[in-house]
């Protein structure tokens, strides 16, 4: 039912002069929502109104509170002529309909206008009053919580994961609209963004309604995308993985534990506990009935897949599937086939077995089967009821079917990491859906028969239970070797393992991994319409092969096993295709050695080629040798003789198969040729080949001190420090006209080198530290030009712990290990007490030195709203902690003079948080769904956001390169002042899901549209909560534990 | 080929000082990319020329997109846009503030008016800065002046809250607005051997005592000023060079009081009433704008040449100084003790800092 929403404006600063004759500005706003809008007085003559209006009111139904964003315009009042627009902010009010986020939004917002950016600031109040509490849920979706983050959110656990959600909707693009012919370039501008802003809301509305209907009360993994069609309109659509999530709370300073589930429990299970069924749940129905989940799942879905077979579709797309081909799913052992047959008759009532999720609840993971992808290309038409948007969705739905019958064909019954793109050049449109497959434990899907599973799982060794292949070995769909398993030597692996999920927590890995990128540009001619789709659905396969070959051969290069986090990225030009596989290679201590490259030339008579082929062989070992060290990858060795293993004939030099877990149906036809030949691969007599060891060799490596990952986090790396960067590098490169494969190739390879070579030589004073979720987005705005922008975060860590963790994987020194470890843990101690010990004296000090500065105080009186919040908070904090120190004073300083050792540390820990205390202010962003020494301790909403820019005075504001920058500063300061205005001091998950640059120097223009999300939060440095109680102590180390893990 | 766009945009605002100082310094990227491939930041980073280009050049673009922010450093502290630690906004605010000695000593004591900023290029050739750093430089004075000119209460205190400057630089702007606004001519080549601490000093000196904020801060027109009541009450000390009797008194005491402490007590004894003349004949004329212009020349000339002519060290001038003032407050018939003070309190500091031996 309705609710009220209540919005003040305070005041605005930083404005522009309007009036040239007095140098000021009588600026007034306009406050609206829906039809309705209200306006503040006239506040004559200022740069820095006071408007301190009355709370203007809005009676609204709930659904418009989830559609509409508010839109806040302020104007620069003239007597005579039209008043002159200053800018808008909208506001997305969400984040307030849901009990457990925001509770009002407070602060100062940038002005945004789409011809001049950011122009002053505004001081608003939002509050929403929602009528009746209970009724609300059954008429609309508010109270569904939304996750960017592709795990189960930190101050949460997993009662329950529903499964896939999915919805799209679509528009006309106010772009292309005939009234776009006479309205202003702002005009239409702010069209399309409020277009958005309400499109968004509409879907996450609608996708919140099938969350309720499934009886979940979240949404994890949100992704939401635009695809901007041009002429045939703008699809806005999403997915995501529909769970039901329980609060842990942690924090006994703020804890009022329900009544019903004990704290003791929590403290034993504060992760996702088996007794899940038993703990009330804290918001949605407790027990959702299963029929009525599955019946209304996915209601728009009714109609008959028959309608698919529309004129504009080509069924000569190749749909390539990755790890599928052949029939396979037939069911090996009786145990496992009882499982399967449990977990899968969960799933198999589901439309879609898929999950966004990269990261899972221990236990919830139990095979992954290999990566398995499917792409279209589509000739995009005129949506012409965008009620229906019929085609679209069967579009998804074909692709979506295909994933599943290659999961299928892995003997998998679930995909996870998955994830959906496009990629659009004029009419034609490319579709890519990609995921992992996998099986799955029911323990999280609402099934009764939990029991005889647990005890099935609990024989499997944790470290390595994910690689043991999920599919029958006597009817492997594609060549692959098997060996027994590294750890367990139970079940049977994969020589290689590719997925797109993150790093499992659980899993053993030997050494460091790193970025492996395989880039490739294709020509293709220029051609129209159904001829263009068919030529560029005849590339796709030779490019996806190419670019598997290419990763299969730099894993091997690096002398590892396995990649996480796989992302290709297929872009698609006029005259070109381009495409960007993106993951993280590792070595699994599970799987077995990958062994080295071997190459070979066909015609060996010749001595001065047999020279070169072994000079080449040379410097391939070399350089595998070398990348082993650099990774600190030396498994123990095993000589597999002695424990029988059945590979048929064991080799030393493992085979490097193209076709392992890859391949389209066509494609796999070519593998098997290949794969026949069981000697080596790279035959030098192939020119591909010759280019494919040239670029093996030219990827220069990591300069010292630098890691990189485009997961999560790095495996072999545990003590990140709180120093973290996100950044955004954007690339546009214009080639020349008239190059061959090789030398696209070559320029695409080097530009993407030299931007990473850039950032390294950057964030050169971070080191040592690693680059994480190293994201690269590829396009092709025109011709001859390329674009690479790259969202990632650079992180510190320490580097003396780290040396001493490696030190402790090492076998033969176990026990050493294991009283170094506990010195490790003493140290710790040490370091908690005398670090916290100072903290009653001197925070207080620092806090009561600003009070009494008021020069000092100024910048941040601005976040007071938020400062209040946070200071009272962190007050309560440090009550308690004075308390608790004081009974243990006497430990604290015989401690600190045992340890003359951690002083520097100590001091360094200290002034970090001085620093952080004394400028409220700061928002860190961050794609990772955690901050390293913090804690999160709530999650205030969902930030989704939508900005045009656009200069018709490019040169003035410093060509290309300066407006861009300028753009992403201000979106950045928009997302900084939005999640402050929350209450919040961080985004995790941030990701730029769209940056679209046009240009047109002739004409001094230049366009820009960058989308953004993420999750707003507040955390909390750990430092300072340790300090807090005593209590809390085994849920520290929990966490701290946790950390080290992730 | 070509890059053709290429921004690199961090959460928190990564700036190099190394290159902020280029960038101050008028360099262009060009420029800067040698002086850092020559101070070897390349092998340390294993990076090559490109990287530094783009590294720069970025670089760059940030800092001017952060310039207009630092002509009001009060909003760099709470603007939205760059999210930068106070410490760095602190090393910003401070290093684009700070200003070349040579730079300033050619313009010290001069009107900040465009003409000046027109012939900064002639500046540019003679100090060797880049004319892009003389007209930043010379901005930031002009900036600080035309803010503090309007304002009440203490220079120093006014500068240091409105630029966020630290003590000793907000000291050497009070200087250098105090000097514009009075005009002293610092440029004759006889002031030439005179550094721009040992003015800014002297400006100290004449803020702290000659100004109407020296005895009362309340008072509209403040520090940039000096008193005039006082400046009338000057002409009052003539009394000491016109009345014969007084003048031989004056240097009898301080003859008596110096004889055998000082190598060139010869010297003084025939110099002093020339000396004393000199002095408080330039106390007499200051109530004339113009001649408060020639203060520190006439300074130089009546009083600090003569005594270098006689090889008067500092020790000397210091004794002489000393006791040239005390012994006046004996003398039976002057009455002026209070203007006396005042004024020789000023010129003894601003001698002994302006005598270089």
């Keep these: 039912m309705p609710g009220k929403l209540k919005a003040k404006i305070v005041a605005g600063r930083h404005l522009p002069v309007m009036d040239r004759a007095s140098d000021l500005t009588d600026a007034f706003v306009e406050v609206k929502f829906g039809n309705t809008t209200f306006k503040t007085d006239v506040y004559p003559k200022s740069l820095n109104p006071q408007w301190n209006s009355e709370w203007f009111k809005f009676e609204v139904d709930d659904e418009d509170l989830q559609d509409e964003p508010l839109q806040i315009t302020v104007l620069d009042h003239d007597t005579y002529s039209a008043n002159d627009a200053i800018g808008k902010v909208y506001i997305d009010i969400d984040p307030l309909l849901c009990s457990e986020a925001a509770t009002v939004i407070s602060g100062w917002l940038p002005i945004y206008d789409t011809i001049h950016g950011i122009r002053g600031e505004i001081n608003v109040l939002v509050k929403v009053d929602l009528f009746n509490d209970l009724n609300r849920f059954r008429q609309s979706s508010c109270g569904v919580k939304f996750f960017c983050t592709t795990s189960i959110p930190r101050c949460y656990r997993a009662v329950m994961v529903h499964g896939f959600v999915e919805e799209l909707v679509v528009n006309e693009d106010p772009e292309y609209q005939w009234i776009d012919r006479i309205r202003t370039p702002r005009a239409s501008n702010e069209a399309r963004q409020r277009l958005i802003f309400l499109m968004s809301g509409e879907l996450q509305r609608k996708i919140g309604l099938k969350v309720l209907e499934m009886g979940g009360n979240a949404v994890v993994g949100y992704l939401q995308c635009f695809d901007l069609e041009g002429e045939t309109g703008l699809v806005v659509r999403a997915i995501g993985t529909a769970c039901t999530l329980e609060k842990i709370s942690t924090l006994p300073a703020t804890a009022t534990h329900p009544s019903n589930s004990s704290p003791s429990k929590d403290m034993k299970e504060p992760g996702f506990g088996e007794e899940a069924p038993g703990v009330p749940l804290s918001s949605g129905p407790p027990t959702p009935l299963r029929a009525q989940t599955f019946s209304s799942f996915s209601p728009s879905k009714s109609y008959s897949r028959q309608s698919s077979s529309s004129d504009t579709e080509l069924s000569l797309t190749p749909k390539t599937g990755m790890g599928s081909g052949g029939s396979a799913g037939k069911e090996a052992g009786p145990l496992k086939a009882l499982l399967r047959q449990q977990t899968q008759s969960a799933l198999e009532q589901r439309e879609y077995p898929f999950f966004t999720l990269t990261a899972f609840p221990p236990g919830f993971l139990l095979h992954v089967g290999g990566v398995v992808s499917a792409r279209s290309v589509k000739l995009l038409d005129r949506i012409h009821n965008p009620d229906e948007p019929e085609t679209r969705d069967a579009w998804w739905e074909e692709i979506r079917q295909e994933i599943k019958s290659h999961a299928k064909a892995l003997g998998c019954h679930a995909v996870v990491g998955y994830s959906e793109s496009t990629s659009i050049c004029e009419e034609v449109c490319i579709l890519s859906a990609s995921g992992t497959a996998a099986i799955l434990s029911s323990r999280f899907m609402q099934d009764g028969s939990l029991d005889t599973e647990h005890r099935f799982e609990e024989v499997v060794p944790p470290g390595c239970g994910f690689c043991h292949i999920p599919y029958d070995e006597l009817n492997i769909p594609f060549p692959a070797q098997l060996t027994y398993c590294y750890c367990c030597r139970r079940y049977k692996v994969p020589d290689v393992l590719f997925t797109t999920i993150d790093l499992p927590t659980e899993a053993n890995v030997t050494g460091k991994g790193c970025l492996i990128q395989a880039r490739l540009c294709r020509t293709k001619k220029k051609a129209q319409g159904e001829g263009n789709a068919t030529a560029i659905s005849n590339l796709l396969p030779f490019l996806e092969y190419e670019l598997h070959t290419q990763l299969m051969n730099k894993l091997k290069l690096r002398g590892m096993n396995a990649l996480f986090g796989l992302r290709i990225q297929i872009s698609v030009g006029e005259t070109m295709l381009l495409g960007l596989a993106s993951a993280t290679g590792v070595y699994l201590t599970a799987l077995p050695s990958p062994g080295g490259i071997q190459v070979a030339g066909k015609t060996p008579s010749d001595i001065t080629y047999e020279q070169h082929i072994s000079n080449m062989q040379k410097k391939i070992n070399d350089t595998i040798s070398k990348n082993k060290e650099l990774h600190e990858i030396n498994p123990p060795e095993v000589v597999e003789e002695i424990i029988g293993s059945p590979i048929p004939e064991p080799r030393q030099r493992s085979r490097l198969f193209r076709s392992h877990s890859e391949s389209s149906d066509e494609v796999s036809e070519l593998d098997l040729s290949h794969g026949k030949k069981d000697a080596f691969v790279l035959e030098i007599d192939d020119t591909d080949a010759v280019e494919d060891i040239h670029a093996l060799l030219t990827d220069s490596p990591t300069p010292a001190g630098f890691y990189s990952c485009n997961t999560e986090i790095m495996p072999g790396i545990q003590n990140w420090t709180s120093a973290i960067q996100m950044f955004t590098s954007v690339r546009v490169f214009r080639l020349n006209a008239n190059l061959t494969n090789q030398g696209l190739n070559k320029i695409f390879s080097d530009l993407c080198e030299n931007l990473l070579k850039s950032l390294y030589f950057k964030l050169r004073s971070m080191v040592p530290c690693c680059l994480c979720h190293l994201n690269f987005t590829v396009a092709i705005p025109e011709d001859e030009l390329i674009q690479v922008a790259v969202t990632a975060v650079a992180m510190s860590f320490d580097k003396e712990q780290s040396l001493e963790n490696g030190k402790q994987s090492g076998e033969k020194t176990l026990i050493k290990a294991i009283t170094e470890n506990d010195e490790q843990l003493q140290f710790n101690l040490e370091l908690n007490a005398e670090t916290s010990s100072p903290n009653p004296l001197s925070s207080p000090k620092g806090l009561s030195e600003v009070g009494s500065h008021p020069s000092a105080r100024a910048p941040s009186v601005d976040y007071s709203s938020f400062a209040d919040r946070c200071s009272s908070w962190i007050e309560q904090l440090k009550l308690k902690a004075h308390t608790i120190r004081r009974g243990s004073v006497k430990t604290t300083s015989s401690l600190e003079k045992a340890s003359p050792l951690p002083e520097g540390r100590s001091r360094s820990l200290r002034s970090n948080r001085s620093y952080s205390g004394s400028s409220v202010a700061v928002v860190k962003m961050t794609p990772l769904s955690f901050i390293p020494g913090a804690k999160i301790i709530k999650y205030l909403g969902i930030i989704n956001m939508f900005f045009i820019r656009e200069t018709t005075s490019l040169r003035e504001e410093g060509g290309v390169s300066g407006f861009l920058h300028t753009f992403i500063a201000e979106v950045f300061a928009m997302v900084r002042a939005h999640v402050a205005a929350l209450g919040g001091n961080a985004v995790v998950s941030y990701s730029m899901k769209e940056c679209v640059f046009m240009e047109n120097p002739n004409k001094n223009q230049a366009q820009c549209l960058i989308n953004v999300s993420g999750d707003a939060v507040i955390f909390i440095q750990e430092s300072e909560l340790e300090s807090t109680s005593v209590q809390t102590q085994s849920a520290t180390t929990h966490t701290s534990n946790g950390g080290e893990g992730t | ?357």
């Excluded at chain 2, 921004?7 to 990564?14: A, K, L, S, Y």
């Excluded at chain 2, 750093?133 to 205190?157: A, H, I, T, Y």
């Excluded at chain 2, 009546?302 to 004996?330: G, Q, V």
Aim: net charge negative; aromatic share 10%.
């Design chain 2, 1 to 357: 080929m070509s890059v053709e766009l290429d921004v690199f945009v961090g959460n928190t605002t990564i700036m190099d000082k190394e290159v902020y100082q280029l960038w101050l310094n008028g360099y262009t990227v060009n420029d800067a990319v040698k002086v850092r491939i020559e101070g070897g930041v390349m092998e340390e980073c294993e990076a090559s020329a490109e990287v530094l280009l783009s590294d720069t050049m970025d670089q760059y673009r940030t800092f001017q997109m952060c310039e207009r922010l630092l002509h009001h450093p009060a909003k760099l502290a709470n603007q939205l846009l760059f999210q930068i630690p106070p410490d760095r906004q602190a090393m910003l605010i401070e290093r684009y503030y700070a200003f070349d000695d040579s730079f300033v000593r050619e313009v010290l004591g001069k009107k900040l008016s465009k003409g000046t900023k027109k012939d900064l290029d002639d500046v540019s050739t003679k100090t060797g800065i880049t004319l892009k750093s003389c007209r930043r430089q010379f901005d930031n004075f002009k900036r600080v002046f035309k803010v503090v000119e309007e304002l009440k209460g203490p220079l120093v205190e006014n500068i240091r809250q409105h630029f966020l400057l630290p003590d000793q630089l907000a000291r050497d702007y009070a200087a250098i607005v105090f000097f514009a606004n009075n005009r002293f001519e610092t440029g004759k080549k006889k002031l030439q051997y005179l550094t721009f601490q040992d003015f800014a000093f002297c400006a100290g000196q004449l803020i702290n005592n000659w100004t109407l904020g020296a005895v009362d801060n309340m008072t509209e027109d403040m520090d940039v000023d000096l008193d005039k009541e006082f400046l009338q009450d000057l002409k009052d000390l003539k009394i000491l060079i016109t009345d014969k009797d007084l003048l031989d008194q004056h240097k009898s005491l301080v003859c008596t009081a110096l004889r055998g402490k000082t190598n060139v007590f010869n010297e003084m004894e025939a110099n002093f009433k020339n000396l004393s003349r000199g002095l408080v004949n330039i106390a007499a004329k200051l109530i004339n704008a113009k001649d408060v212009r020639d203060f520190f020349i006439d300074l130089v000339e009546k009083f600090i040449e003569p005594c270098r002519s006689d090889k008067w060290t500092s020790i000397d001038m210091n004794l002489y100084l000393t006791h040239y003032t005390n012994s006046a407050h004996i003398l039976d018939t002057f009455k002026h003790h209070a203007v006396w003070t005042r004024y020789m309190g000023v010129i003894k500091s601003c001698i002994l800092k302006m005598y270089h031996d």
